[in-house]
């Protein structure tokens, strides 16, 4: 029990599900009110730009399709990290993995004599297996030498990004670009099909979805799941009862890492059909799907469904830029002020709040 000023909070050990998501949506709802004066100081009324722009996505089948397909990184990114988080394994690094995906795609579509059968396939395995690598890196730092995860996998990020903008501009910069900073374009057997009358790669949109429910099944009912619970729960039980924590980050990382490179696949096979500067790859989907695991508490399947409320935010700065005249910038905005209420919120969940005048009178009656 805890007292601040009029205040006295109780903790629950287990708020339920219920509770869990209500007051998700409550804080995702108060951050969408706090952020209607932005669209006030732009001079447009914030009810009409909501209504505008529930209009203009849900009123059409290829308007739509476009939340769909900004879902697509950010479900395989944030099934990922909810693996990472569950483990207490704090990845800010799915930026820098799903970079690191591009690449190595990139260099199987461009560069590697494969037969045109065998391309995408290939892609998909070394993209997946380059982004476990860069993200096994920060789990050896940390269970190795002690290194913080979370400075290790955010400054990992600008390591890849850099790369990628040296090969942009160096050895890979494509000679048919008339000099602009972009590989040459895939071949037709390196890209990836739509949906019908839209831009949604179909095949990654299916993948990120089972692979979704595959970590859900692996987290509920298998050993390495289990471990995983226990090292994230309670790691002093975890080292009593002999689980291996290097074993058990490792393959955490490795599988993290792995599905943000795929993230990166479909985004260079899918939508470009090139390698491109990072801001261009990624529109910071890494650090958008921080908040697409925090919001689905824990549960891979769960974070389907709030990638896909941010892929709406994604679509809405589309429509606010194009239609309403506003900068794109505003869904960071967005994004900033959500994840601040979710932290805030976490009181909420797992604090009971009462007055202290209350728990006063309570203590008085039963010491008499």
């Known amino acids: 029990m805890k007292r601040i000023g009029p205040f006295v909070l109780e903790r629950k050990l287990h708020p339920s599900r219920a509770t869990v998501f209500g007051i998700s949506v409550l804080s995702v709802v ?9 669209f ?20 059409s089948w290829p308007s739509f399709s476009e939340v769909l397909r900004r879902a697509i990184p950010l479900i395989l990114c944030g099934v990922g990290l909810t693996l990472a988080f569950r483990a207490q394994f704090w990845n800010i690094g799915a930026e820098g993995q799903l970079l690191a995906g591009a690449v190595a795609a990139t260099g199987v579509a461009l560069f590697l004599p494969v037969p045109d059968g065998l391309k995408l396939p290939l892609m998909f395995l070394f993209g ?33 990004a850099y790369i990628v903008e040296w090969l942009v501009h160096g050895p890979w910069k494509g000679p048919t670009m008339r000099g602009f900073a972009y590989t040459d374009a895939f071949p037709l057997s390196a890209r990836l099909s739509y949906l019908p009358a839209t831009r949604v790669h179909w095949l990654t949109l299916v993948l990120g979805v089972v692979l979704a429910f595959i970590v859900a099944f692996v987290l509920a009912r298998t050993k390495l799941g289990y471990e995983i619970r226990v090292v994230g729960q309670n790691p002093d039980a975890a080292r009593y009862a002999g689980i291996s924590f290097t074993a058990v980050l490792s393959l955490v990382m490795i599988i993290s890492g792995g599905l943000a490179g795929l993230a990166g696949v479909g985004e260079v096979a899918g ?3 090139r ?34 409320l941010f892929g709406l935010i994604f679509a809405a700065g589309d429509y606010m830029k194009t239609v309403l005249g506003l900068p794109f910038q505003i869904t960071g905005v967005f994004n ?15 604090w009971r709040v009462r007055f202290a005048q209350k728990e006063k009178v309570w203590t008085s009656q039963a010491g008499s």
């Not at 108060?30 to 932005?38: G, H, I, R, S």
């Not at 380059?130 to 996998?153: H, M, Y």
């Not at 790859?281 to 508490?297: H, P, Q």
């Open 336 to 350: 900033g002020l959500i994840l601040f209420f979710l932290i805030g919120f976490d009181l909420l969940m797992f």
């Open 128 to 160: 997946f297996l380059a982004g476990a690598i860069w993200g096994l890196i920060p789990a050896l730092l940390r269970v190795k030498l002690g290194v913080n995860d979370v400075i290790s996998t955010l400054m990992l990020n600008y390591v890849m």
């Open 30 to 38: 108060v951050a969408l009110l706090v952020a209607a004066p932005v």
């Open 275 to 308: 390698l491109r500067s990072p801001s261009h790859i990624s529109m910071n989907y890494g650090y958008t799907a921080i908040i697409v695991a925090w919001l689905a508490r824990g549960s891979p399947v769960a974070a389907i469904f709030t990638a896909l």
């Open 271 to 273: 939508i470009h059909w």
């Open 40 to 59: 006030a100081g732009y001079g447009v009324s914030p009810w009409k730009a909501y209504e505008a722009i529930g209009r203009g996505i849900f009123g």
